[in-house]
């Protein structure tokens, strides 16, 4: 085609599709509502997977029934090591006397912040019952740690969560 007749073609195909309707109307979309900001929460492990989900609550009241296997739950973070981030304790609230457990991290592949206390949660882990011998529930005493329950010769029941991974972040939302 010569470059005469390519142009006749390129005003034919502007001139056909320059038509007289009304042009459609402009839809303003509201601004949704801001999603809690990804960046606000901070990962720890590996990315948590698909476990089932369970509430803390009912792994503490019957550890049994989760025993060796991998849950996913939510709770507030009480307390953290001081130290190192090695470990922290997570309940399902803030209250001191709401019932929570340890969670360690899987391998000691991976710790928390050692200011994490104050924080939300989401851990998937693996639930474990173990009795602790009284040197190492000294020493986590020492490190800030509490047991409801010790045996006359220092040692405890634990229920834990050994964790393969964590999110964590703050609650910025007015009370």
């Known amino acids: 085609m010569s470059s005469r007749g390519l142009a006749l073609l390129l005003l034919l195909v502007a ?3 320059n038509t007289t309707k009304e042009p ?6 509201e601004t949704p509502a801001p999603a ?3 960046a606000s929460r901070k990962a720890f492990g590996a ?13 503490l009241k019957a550890p049994d029934k989760f025993a060796d296997q991998s849950v996913l739950v ?20 803030s209250d001191p006397a709401a019932s929570g ?27 474990e019952s173990k009795l602790l011998k009284p040197e190492l529930v000294a020493h986590m005493e020492s ?14 029941r634990e229920v834990r969560l050994v964790a393969s991974g964590v999110e964590l972040w703050r609650d910025t939302s007015p009370n």
């Not at 459609?24 to 979309?29: F, L, Q």
């Not at 990315?47 to 509430?55: E, I, V």
């Not at 050692?114 to 639930?127: M, N, P």
């Open 143 to 156: 490190e800030g740690a509490k047991f409801a329950e010790k045996d006359a010769d220092g040692s405890a």
């Open 24 to 29: 459609a109307p402009v839809v303003k979309a």
């Open 101 to 127: 457990c340890r969670v360690t991290f899987k391998d000691y592949g991976f710790f928390v912040p050692t200011d994490s206390a104050g924080s939300k949660a989401r851990v998937e882990a693996r639930v």
């Open 47 to 59: 990315p948590l997977g698909t476990s089932p989900r369970a509430q803390l609550a009912d792994v």
């Open 74 to 93: 939510e709770g507030d973070v009480r307390r953290a090591c001081t130290r190192r981030g090695c470990w922290m304790e997570l309940s399902e609230a």
């Open 36 to 38: 809690p900001s990804a």
């Open 15 to 17: 001139v056909g599709c």
